[in-house]
């Protein structure tokens, strides 16, 4: 008989620490179903071992570094010099770091052209307040060139109409079973809207820029309804759900349907705009982008090439990152007693280098970035935004030991590792700070990440479904041993 694994005295897999059962019935709405939890996924771990679950996971799953060698492997995609293997061409967007001269990597200045246009243009006067940009680029991004003013009217106002959840979704999808991150959300969302689409796996550049509009649209909304789900499921606060104003930028509905009071200024609202812009679209090689890319290939449906770019972006190496910063951000600034010595600060980045400190992996969270070398220019302007939002302020001082962090980590890690990179700080080195200057509550960091990105891959989604009619299937090297031969189970020791 097959033993069984029982429930063991460690916490349950699928339900956190610290439910609360009582927290059901606060959370959810009048007249809904009592939320349930599946059964949660438990192991005993004596069992476990007994039968060797544990034991042999990394023994089999690893295989050794000099086989990728020895088969000239690119792991990661990533050519030897950190160039990324090149497997596609795009119309959409050019992330420019570097040059290449005589086979040789040269740093350069980082541009982001979007369908030709300087993101430095694309933005205008960051000081115009009236002037909201995101809706300009996404219609860019997705119909290849800037609107007109009537266009740009027209295609607000079908955003505008899209806004509206189907009747009962909020109840059912988003408020039963909330999990702890809001990434999770948005992709079972995704997926869940798709049963809500009278002809789903329609693929006609029709259905598909209705549905890439309805969902730019739509994940603001939901965005800020799970995160109060959330707080109101696991902090037992008040769920608020303010109806969304018609005739609002995606930025001002984010920041009236956020704050409680839902009052916000319009250098506010510039703000997140702007933010909004910074994430939009970054070229057809990043993770999600890629895995959109990838799920489109296979022709299959956008909700489910959507959701599957949510979970890549979630990832820690990815749009997840920038939660990372923040943690790594805060152990600095209760580490280092004086903010202003560098020595205290290098000496904090040392530890974090020789992975003695934060979460000891040896990484600087917020610099280096796979493309850009000296300058990310959507770091150029965070920053700019973060030093106005700083300056004068009680958080000045805290501005500051970011740029120390951005100064002298290039030098710390020469230092202890003996070689030189070119390095420059990434957009999430000031994104958290701007996030939080505004109010913004770091649950919904990634998330307003994964909302912007809409845009983008949508418009890499329509160039693999017009360009390329061919499923991605790179090819793995087998280093396994040739042969092994079969011996019956009872023969087996």
Request: hydrophobic content about 35%; some cysteine.
């Amino acid at each position: 008989m097959t033993k069984s694994l029982r429930a063991s005295s460690s916490p349950e897999v699928g339900r956190p620490a610290a439910y609360d059962s009582s927290l059901d019935a606060d959370a959810r709405p009048l007249g809904a179903p009592a939320p349930h939890w599946p059964a949660p996924i438990t192991v005993d771990r004596e069992e476990a071992e007994s039968v060797a679950l544990f034991d042999t996971f990394y023994r089999v799953n690893t295989i050794p570094t000099d086989e990728y060698q020895r088969y000239d492997v690119k792991r990661g995609l990533r050519n030897a010099d950190g160039t990324g293997v090149v497997v596609g061409i795009t119309n959409i967007s050019d992330v420019h770091g570097y040059r290449i001269e005589d086979g040789r990597k040269i740093a350069d200045d980082g541009t982001l052209r979007l369908r030709g246009y300087d993101l430095y243009d694309l933005l205008g006067d960051p000081a115009a307040t009236g002037r909201f940009a995101y809706e300009e680029i996404a219609y860019l991004l997705l119909m290849g060139d800037l609107p007109t003013q009537a266009q740009r009217e027209r295609f607000v106002s079908v955003i505008d109409e899209h806004r509206e959840l189907p009747d009962g979704f909020t109840a059912s999808m988003i408020m039963q079973d909330t999990p702890p991150d809001i990434m999770n959300v948005l992709s079972r969302s995704i997926l869940n809207l798709y049963a809500y689409d009278s002809a789903p796996e329609d693929r006609s550049p029709q259905h598909e820029i209705v549905t890439a509009l309805s969902l730019i649209s739509r994940l603001p909304r939901i965005m800020v309804l799970s995160y109060y789900s959330m707080r109101a499921r696991y902090n037992h606060e008040s769920m608020i759900m303010h109806r969304f104003i018609p005739g609002q930028s995606t930025a001002e509905t984010i920041l009236s349907m956020l704050r409680p009071d839902r009052a916000f200024t319009p250098e506010e609202a510039r703000m997140l705009d702007i933010m909004l812009c910074l994430h939009a679209e970054h070229g057809g090689g990043n993770n999600s982008t890629f895995t959109a890319r990838v799920l489109t290939s296979a022709d299959t449906d956008p909700y489910s090439t959507y959701a599957a770019a949510v979970g890549s972006l979630k990832g820690h190496r990815h749009g997840g990152a920038n939660r990372q910063v923040v943690a790594m951000q805060k152990e600095i600034k209760e580490t280092v007693a004086h903010w202003d010595n560098d020595d205290e600060v290098a000496d904090c980045l040392r530890r974090i280098v020789r992975k003695e400190a934060y979460d000891r992996t040896g990484l600087v969270y917020g610099m280096g970035h796979a493309v850009y070398t000296l300058s990310d220019p959507r770091a150029v302007i965070c920053k700019q935004f973060a030093r106005q939002l700083a300056e004068g302020t009680e958080r000045e001082a805290e501005f500051n030991l970011l740029e120390s962090i951005e100064r002298l980590a290039p030098q710390v890690i020469e230092q202890e590792k003996g070689t030189r990179k070119d390095m420059c700080a990434n957009i999430d080195m000031y994104s958290g700070f701007v996030y939080n200057m505004l109010g913004i509550p770091e649950e919904l960091f990634t998330p307003l990440f994964a909302c912007s990105r809409m845009a983008g891959w949508a418009a890499h989604r329509f160039e693999e479904v017009g360009s390329t009619k061919r499923i991605m299937r790179p090819a793995y090297e087998t280093a396994m041993v040739p042969h092994r031969q079969y011996t019956p189970i009872e023969e087996r020791s």
